[in-house]
């Protein structure tokens, strides 16, 4: 078995992934960077095994998937629309040769549109928050907020990952409040890892209106199990269909992703809060969140807990999701349990299984809201 890595080739996830390979006793896999992808370098041929990595990280590969002449300024909020477009583009031509893709196009795709990654859960029956119909600029949030009858949710940019671009938002009545990573400067905006709190409506309107030309997700703010005087949420890689690795993030505020600041909390306590019923459901919701993807090896599922441990939802699944450094399970980490799952077939074995039934990422599973009407299981009891 002889792999390829398309990614960035100084970036810790191809080391890791390679260190994994080397571990397993396989050949070094071959490393073919985005850029030259992106550049037009001859694409992998029939025959080979290939995993597509991330092409964050790099200010040059940006500035070539957003089709830029100059490469965004550090954290700039910019192009958004344009990247998923060239990703898309350059998922393509990894493909054209034949090789078989660890992760297929089309599966990266959905995940990171946030609008058809959310309908093909909801159309599967995975547990989701409610989202409402598209909405293009502030007013209509508001109008949308209004006829929902909610008063807090979640402004999330469509093609957006690591919280880039979110917005929690709660309004009331002659109030507003955004907690947000974003940084306003005068001549742009600006992802930071300080997580920042807005209460004057002209300036959360312009955050908005500014993000909403790249594509704008907006789901319901559900509340959240806590442990402490934290809030609660849960990253859980499924490798070829089974959750195997799962990391607590912890928070005082509404955004739980740990590089804002936040902690990992404990696994074991939160099992025990939940209970074994509880938890047992919770994980198999990972695994039909995962079958919606049934041609990808892994996917990051981002599982919340709701107030009281009876209910939970998905609020994510990641194409990218599996860097979780220092976790292992039975002697492996995220990317030893990709490789485990190859060599000892499981991957063939589960992939064939998924694909006797209908893939989830045909165009009619995709369906997009109900227009004027909020789309999403939202009150889900663990044994749903």
Not at 93 to 120: F, I, M
Request: proline letters at 9%; charged letters at 20%.
């Amino acid at each position: 078995m002889r792999l390829t890595v398309v990614g960035n080739p100084d970036n810790r996830r191809v080391g890791l992934f390679t260190r994994a390979v080397l571990a397993a006793g396989l050949p070094r896999p071959a490393v073919l960077p985005w850029a030259d992808v992106l550049a037009g370098a001859a694409p992998p041929p029939a025959g080979a095994l290939v995993r597509v990595d991330s092409p964050g990280e790099d200010p040059e590969v940006d500035r070539l998937l957003r089709r830029a002449p100059t490469p965004a300024r550090h954290g700039e909020l910019v192009g958004l629309a344009d990247t998923y477009a060239g990703l898309v583009d350059g998922l393509g031509r990894v493909a054209a040769g034949g090789a078989e893709l660890l992760n297929h196009p089309a599966d990266v795709a959905a995940l990171c549109d946030k609008r058809r990654c959310h309908a093909l859960l909801d159309a599967a029956g995975v547990p989701v928050p409610g989202a409402l119909p598209p909405v293009d600029g502030y007013p209509g949030l508001r109008a949308a907020m209004a006829e929902a009858g909610w008063s807090r949710v979640f402004v999330k940019p469509a093609h957006g990952s690591s919280a880039a671009g979110v917005i929690a938002l709660a309004v009331g009545p002659g109030r507003v409040r955004a907690v947000t990573p974003i940084e306003v400067a005068p001549d742009g905006l600006f992802n930071s890892l300080r997580v920042r709190h807005y209460d004057d409506e002209a300036i959360v309107a312009g955050l908005v209106d500014r993000l909403a030309p790249e594509g704008l997700h907006v789901e319901r703010w559900l509340p959240k199990a806590g442990l402490g005087d934290r809030v609660v949420d849960l990253r859980v890689v499924v490798v070829a269909g089974r959750p195997t690795h799962a990391v607590v993030r912890a928070s005082r505020g509404p955004m739980t992703n740990l590089h804002l600041g936040n902690a990992r909390g404990d696994l074991a306590e939160l099992g025990s809060a939940a209970g074994p019923a509880a938890w047992a459901a919770a994980m198999e919701t990972c695994e039909r969140a995962a079958a919606c993807f049934p041609r990808s090896l892994h996917v990051g599922v981002d599982l919340m807990f709701l107030l009281g441990w009876r209910r939970h939802a998905v609020a994510e699944v990641n194409a990218f999701g599996d860097l979780l450094p220092g976790v292992l399970v039975d002697g492996r980490d995220t990317y030893a349990e990709q490789v485990h799952a190859l060599t000892s077939g499981r991957w063939d074995r589960w992939r064939d299984a998924a694909g006797r039934a209908t893939p989830a990422t045909a165009p009619e599973a995709a369906r997009p809201a109900v227009p004027g009407r909020p789309a999403g299981r939202e009150v889900i009891a663990c044994g749903a």
